[in-house]
């Protein structure tokens, strides 16, 4: 097409010369141009049913600084588009080029034929109607936007190939696979599965390992005592033991001995508030445990730890009344005023389950008593939260080097 419009061209020219006379004044002439041209291009000139293959239409329309050609692209998109006896299975609108005069446009659909009575014959693209305005530019820059035009593209044949041959009675398979291709196939199948299993079971030993490394690293304890027995344990030993003194007093009068066994375990506390150590020892021969895992025997705590193998451990506590007056002090003098007073409040119990202890003529106090067993509880309860491993971690990162649980200075 565009061969044929550059030799109108040159005939047009050629006949304009022969027709000038010589001397004349050569006179201004207006080219008349296309305002929209349009063509198309298949990606096969002949196709079987069912096949997909590729219809590209190409368009270029007129614009310049004086004239505008406007067409309507909306019902040229693949998703509204219709082409008869074809089916449209989706496009693209590729970017527009410019030249000098011209805009190009482009859309590429994805066709196929279905059709059982079409076997050998040619299928046409329908004609295809394009609507556009033209626009114009005035002198005073005014656009004026001429009448609705069309054109019309017409049809496109396509011819469709036959499956079978003329004296084939039905429609013959297209290639299979044999056998062999098969059994490849499954073969390669099983295996990249017994490939993809083994690889998993590693990724899931090596994840292990590194959880394993990571819990020991910021698990590992930092002294011979703590790997004897850990603090959060002998505080769970604690717990156990005062728990057995209250069930024991609420089922009936404080006594010497009871005193006793709830001021072991009030030492063992004000010991980790104070920042002592506390001793753990463990017990080569003696009295089995009670069933609650810990009893106070002597003043010293023995409870159970280990598994599967069970060791018993003796604990005991070295801080005093006198101790705890002396921290209380101190942190009051740094500005802990709230922790000064708990202090002060273990300071008073560690004093009356003392007296209580020792008391020779049986008059004890029960509410002071049972004031005093509550704040060890109290206490208690704090301490086994600053024992959990975030706490422990967090402590740590805010500090510069984190200390033993036995040897650091408890805090709220």
Known sequence: MRMALFRRGLAALAISTIATPAGAQPQTQTTKADPLQCWWRTSAGAVRVGEPFTVVLTCAVLETADVKVVPDQSKLEPSVVQFAPFEVNGGSHGADLRTEDRRFFQYEYRLRVIGENLFGKDASLPETKISYRVQSKTGKGTALEGRDQTYVLPPYSIRVLSLVPGDASDIRDGATETFADIDQRAFRANLLTVVGGILFVL?????????????????????????????????????????AVKRERESGEWTPDLAGRALSGLRVIASYATGRRVAKLAQIAGTAPSSNGSESVNGQLLMLTGFPKRKRIIVSGSATTATVAREAKRVSTNGGAARAQQLEALEQALSRFTAAQYSRNGSLDSAALDESLDTGFELLRRLKIEQTWPVRRFIARRGAEPQPAGTRVWSR
Not at 211 to 218: D, G, H, K, S, T
Not at 230 to 238: E, I
Request: avoid cysteine.
């Open 203 to 243: 990724a899931a030993l090596l994840g292990l390992l590194a959880l394993v490394r990571i819990v020991a690293r910021y698990r590992k304890p930092a002294t011979t005592a703590e790997r004897i027995m850990p603090d959060r344990a002998v505080l769970r030993g604690v717990g156990r033991e005062l728990s």
